[in-house]
């Protein structure tokens, strides 16, 4: 077996209550790394084409990677993957806490649930004796994450979910410890498979190629790390919330249903403002994460919980025109209690309030007042009166109530918090994602908007190409499985000290806008191991990674995602942008809305793609796809 | 003529302001030499700090992505210092 893996695969069917132990195919894992990748594959050749996303015939796949179990800073996460009920095509989402070093030590890659339950029930793996006992979670169901943990204790490591996933609520997450697997719906499949908890422990060591290379060179990461002004110091001090004022100011910060891209109280929901003003003691982190991005408030009649990181304070703030960051925080731990994606939650309330400001719907919510969003985060978990109607997300709503023009998702998945009219690759990166509109699955934003050198973002320059190669990067990344702000380090120290108004930043950022076709040869070339990620997994593996290797990794995952998607019946005319982001400028200089499409086909030809947007046989060959 | 300006953070924790109106002022140029004004001689060191990694959008655009310091200013326009960072 390749070192950096258990070499097992527990498969679970729940209708039958049986488990047994497969090897890992060491094949697969060659091709796709673990992780998302081998979950992807898994979740191909193990369902039938057109299966319900909410029936026994879905799949549900937790998934590990080679770094997992490795004290490689921000390697503790999983993958969970499956069919989305939510955008009825690809589903997955990725989670850090501790059930990814859990499973590792329990000898388990990756754990494939079959069939559903018929009354609820947890499961609780002993990887060293391997066993699995199947126990009545009578007791448990309808409690919060945080209570339903508390009740498991922390001998062992857990994955739960809450009310809104045992309810299906189609955003609603699984959670481990504080953190979520929030988007795509991936709690509701394992609330249909009435499946309330996953508790694992083991006592397994991860075996490496090169522990001593790995050991030596990781503590040199976490020097670099801690002297680099992002994941040492600005993550450290105010946490993602860091970048609140950023969006604002580059006019990309969702503000009332994306009517706006910039809010008069941004000051007050930002990252900043939180450390001023809410933060309690000890900032937290995954397991053996040095960045430290978490951020404990202070939650009224709750105690101290995690605080709203930057997509939080967007959708649940700006966008709902709300200021004012106890009230944020106080909906993100609801949120999180219940077991929900809170940007999803976010842009279905925006979508809510937008509806009755029009006079086509009456939830009782309006922009700009906090009064009864509370109620409506636990009446969306349970799915009572309006809250069944805002538990199907956007999409639905606006197939029954209409409003389509200003539902802000793309594919059903509702937009993350970087607003595309202001971020031309981050609107092409959200149109092709194969999960839906969601920036994590490349983050293009931060090479033309957020970041220290960043490109002119409006122009169509390098538009249809950065999203590639960060979305095949992602791909890579997720199959590791390690955190994606990893890649905030890839800006060196001397990068984030140059003057943005200096001509020395116009130089630099003219000639890297216009290095298209060079920065494409440059990332795929297959030598030597240079960044940190592609360093540990040679050394864990003993298999060679470098740039190229990863990229055509990434590249073969995301086209299997692809024709996971044109299986499924989501297909290329799902690669748009709300009708808002087209159409409605939010920029002063704007006649229109996001140029998508002069860039799309641009897009396809460099995916290796048809005019239609379809995987050519030869693009497939090439990466290995085998479909 | 008026323009708003939007300051970063930390600038809007040393002047006390989260933005300003300015009026009479025709170029970026000149808005960055009324908001170091405000600083004042004594704390001319603390303005430099705070600016020299906080780029200058106009309406949400980089000015250096358009004329730089010489960019134009028009009635209503917002003038923001902006930081880079890195969310999630």
């Known amino acids: 077996m390749i070192k950096g893996y258990a070499g097992r695969i527990l498969e679970v069917d729940l209708t039958q209550r049986t488990h047994r132990f497969v090897p890992l195919d060491e094949d697969v894992a060659r091709l796709y790394i673990g992780g998302k990748g081998y979950g992807t594959r898994l979740l191909y050749d193990r369902t039938e084409a057109g299966v319900d996303p909410l029936g026994p015939g879905n799949v549900l796949i937790f998934a590990t990677g080679p770094l997992n179990g490795s004290v490689a800073p921000q390697s503790n996460r999983f993958a969970v993957v499956c069919k989305s009920p939510l955008t009825g095509g690809i589903g997955n989402a990725t989670c850090g806490g501790s059930f990814a070093l859990g499973m590792k030590k329990a000898g388990i890659d990756l754990l494939v649930l079959t069939g559903s339950s018929d009354r609820p029930v947890r499961l609780d793996v002993d990887g060293d004796a391997g066993s699995v006992d199947f126990i009545d979670a009578g007791d448990l169901w309808g409690k919060g994450t945080y209570e339903t943990q508390q009740i498991l204790g922390k001998k062992k490591n857990h994955a739960v979910i809450g009310p809104a996933g045992e309810n299906m609520v189609l955003y609603a997450g699984i959670v481990s410890n504080e953190r979520i697997a929030g988007r795509t719906g991936v709690g509701a499949v394992m609330g249909s498979k009435r499946l309330k908890a996953i508790s694992v422990t083991g006592k397994r060591k991860l075996e490496m190629e090169d522990p001593e290379a790995f050991r030596k060179y990781t503590k040199d990461v976490r020097e670099m790390f801690k002297d680099h002004p992002v994941l040492g110091e600005s993550m450290k001090r105010f946490g993602t919330g860091a970048i609140v004022n950023t969006t604002n100011g580059r006019n990309i910060l969702p503000t009332r249903n994306f009517q706006r891209g910039s809010f008069d109280d941004a000051i007050k929901i930002s990252g900043e403002y939180m450390e001023d003003h809410e933060l309690k003691g000890v900032k937290t982190s995954c397991i053996h994460c040095p960045v430290t991005c978490g951020r404990d408030v202070e939650v009224e009649g709750v105690g101290r919980v995690k605080g709203p990181e930057y997509e939080t304070l967007a959708l649940l703030g700006s966008n709902l025109e709300i200021g004012n960051i106890k009230k944020v925080s106080e909906w993100n731990y609801l949120a999180d209690d219940m077991g929900m994606d809170t940007i999803s939650l976010g842009a279905t309330l925006s979508f809510a309030m937008e509806l009755q400001e029009r006079g086509m719907y009456s939830a009782g919510l309006e922009f700009g007042d906090p009064a009864g969003v509370s109620e409506m985060i636990r009446d969306i978990a349970h799915r009572k009166g309006a809250g069944n109607d805002l538990a199907d997300g956007t999409k639905r709503m606006a197939e029954k109530l209409g409003g389509s023009e200003f539902a802000m998702h793309v594919k059903g998945l509702e937009l993350s918090a970087y607003d595309p009219r202001g971020s031309f690759a981050q609107g092409v990166e959200y149109a092709t994602t194969n999960r839906g509109g969601c920036h994590v699955q490349g983050a293009s934003m931060y090479m033309e908007s957020t970041g220290p050198i960043t490109i002119n973002p409006q122009s169509l320059k390098l538009k249809a190409e950065i999203p590639i190669v960060q979305q095949n990067l992602a791909c890579a990344i997720n199959s590791m499985v390690l955190c994606i702000f990893t890649t905030y380090g890839m800006v060196p120290k001397a990068g984030h000290n140059l003057d943005p108004n200096s001509f020395l930043y116009k130089v630099i950022t003219t000639v890297f806008e216009n290095s298209g076709p060079m920065m494409r040869t440059m990332m795929s070339i297959k030598g030597r191991p240079m960044m940190w990620f592609e360093k540990w997994l040679t050394y864990i593996t003993g298999e060679n990674f470098s740039s190229g290797h990863l990229q055509e990794m990434g590249g073969r995952i995301f086209n299997l995602e692809r024709m996971y998607n044109l299986r499924e019946g989501v297909g290329p005319e799902s690669d748009t942008l709300p009708h808002r982001i087209l159409y409605e400028p939010t920029f002063k200089h704007m006649k229109s809305g996001h140029p998508l499409d002069q860039l799309l086909p641009r897009y396809y030809k460099n995916r290796g793609w048809d005019a239609g947007g379809v995987p050519t046989r030869r693009t497939l060959d090439k990466l290995q796809v085998s479909v | ?88």
Request: aromatic share 6%; proline share 1%; hydrophobic share 40%.
């Open chain 2, 1 to 88: 003529m008026s323009v708003t300006v939007e300051f970063t953070y930390d600038m809007t924790k040393a002047l006390g302001e989260t933005r300003i109106s300015l009026d009479g002022v025709g170029t970026v140029r000149e808005v960055v030499a009324q908001v170091r004004d405000r600083f004042g001689a004594e704390r001319g060191e603390e303005f430099e700090r705070l600016t020299h990694t906080a780029a200058v959008a106009v309406n949400g655009v980089l000015v250096n992505h358009r004329r730089g310091m010489k960019t134009p200013l028009a009635d209503g326009d917002k003038v923001s210092f902006v930081k880079s960072a890195s969310g999630g």
